[in-house]
Nanobody, 115 residues
Framework: QVQLVESGGGLVQAGGSLRLSCAAS????????MGWYRQAPGKQRELVAT???????NSADSVKARFTISRNSAKNTMYLQMNSLKPEDTAVYYC?????????WGRGTQVTVSS
């Protein structure tokens, strides 16, 4: 199994920045893809960005020019640098891992962007 713990959320004004972290532990060698998802109140959970074991990234069009996903394999940690935040980015952000042993989720971290 894989355990995931997110951190770095908070309250920020529009135009500001935050960096989210996701620390992975457990059977980390089975991880293929790591990603960030978000869920706003009353909406479905949506993909924000993913990064593969080889470092290939993919991100949603709505964040492509503003958010950057990265990972530090030595620290078993994934990051999401979020710049130029907008009120519509307000959501709970979840860390996700796809591995040989299954699909795992963190508990989420709240990001609130005020206008």
């Amino acid at each position: 199994q894989v355990q995931l713990v997110e951190s770095g959320g908070g309250l920020v004004q529009a135009g500001g920045s935050l960096r989210l972290s996701c620390a992975a532990s457990g059977n980390i060698f089975s991880i293929n893809v790591m990603g960030w998802y978000r869920q706003a109140p009353g909406k479905q959970r949506e993909l924000v960005a993913t990064i593969t074991r080889d470092g290939n990234t993919n991100s949603a069009d709505s964040v492509k020019a503003r958010f950057t996903i990265s990972r530090n394999s030595a620290k078993n940690t994934m990051y999401l640098q979020m710049n130029s935040l907008k009120p519509e980015d307000t959501a709970v952000y979840y860390c996700n891992v796809e591995s040989y042993t299954g699909n795992y989720w963190g508990r989420g971290t709240q990001v609130t962007v005020s206008s």
